[in-house]
């Protein structure tokens, strides 16, 4: 049966199988992609599959409309007090994603701004397609939160220490041309061409051999095959430490609800 457009327009995330290529799409337009815990629920179960599926051998994350790859999380289920990660995922992390490891080859197509938790998304990714559209950016410290969904030490493990540093604390973002040149994203083509680009990225990748294409890639990523990155580990402690007292802060609350009600915060600095 085919869907019509009302029920495509109504579901958190679209999942198609082209070949051996899994595609996932963020499907919250309207709310620029932002992350909301069905969405994690729905990307954390896909990935889970398609891992322990041979028939899959790549997946390519993108977001629907042209508005925005990812807004990151929802700052205004947040300012209501809702969890954008469900309870018992955790471990997953944003959108069921960025902690998430797998050993399938991840890509993403970026087909417009993607800021905060949307730069995660493309960091946690193993590669990276960029519409000429897009702009990357870690704004946290601007909202009284900080990057917690490996932002923070994953820019500063992929990009020289003081652009790093820089963008970090500053909260700019940066164009898609600018982060082609960091080597944060792999291409940038116009925004019409993104997802079929990131397709044939994944289609020379799916002509490989795959059990060897994911052992090269738990290899040069130092996992387990049970999806361990030891690596990860000091990053995600510190961050995990760190968000404990940030998001327990009079500033951390302002920040969403300074955003959601479209003014300038109030920073008080506790």
């Known amino acids: 049966m085919t ?19 899994l595609v ?19 990307v954390g179960d896909a990935l889970e599959s398609a891992d322990q599926d041979p028939d899959i051998r790549v997946v390519v994350l993108t977001g629907a409309g042209d508005k925005a790859f990812c807004a990151g ?26 902690s998430h490891a797998i050993s399938k080859p991840t890509i993403a197509a970026v087909n417009g701004p993607a800021l905060g938790g949307g730069t995660e998304l493309v960091l946690a990714s193993d590669l990276a397609v ?16 900080i990057a917690a969904a490996g932002g923070a030490f994953r ?22 041309q600018r982060a082609l040149e960091l080597n944060l ?35 040069a990523l130092d996992q387990s095959s049970t999806g361990d990155r030891p690596a990860d ?16 802060s009079a500033d951390a609350k302002e920040g969403p609800l300074a955003f959601a009600e479209k003014r300038l915060p109030v920073w008080q600095g506790c």
């Open 130 to 145: 960029a519409a000429d559209t897009a702009v990357f950016g870690l704004p946290e410290v601007s909202r009284g939160l």
């Open 155 to 176: 820019l500063a493990d992929k990009l020289p220490p003081t652009i790093a540093m820089e963008l970090l604390l500053t909260g700019d973002p940066i164009s898609a």
């Open 3 to 21: 869907n019509s457009h009302t029920d495509i327009a109504s579901q958190t995330v679209l999942f198609e199988r082209r070949g051996h290529v």
């Open 233 to 248: 580990q000091r990053g995600w402690a510190a961050t995990a430490t760190e968000s404990a007292a940030i998001f327990a």
């Open 24 to 42: 996932i799409t963020l499907n919250r337009p309207d709310a620029r992609n932002a992350v909301n815990a069905e969405m994690c629920l729905q």
């Open 73 to 98: 999380a929802d700052l205004k289920a947040i300012a209501r007090g809702e969890s954008v990660i469900p309870e018992g995922r955790e471990h997953w992390g944003l959108a069921g994603y960025v």
């Open 185 to 219: 994203v792999n291409r940038v083509v116009p925004a019409a061409q993104v997802l079929d680009e990131a397709l044939a990225l994944a289609q020379r990748i799916a002509n490989n051999a795959p059990l060897a294409v994911q052992a090269t890639k738990r290899i």
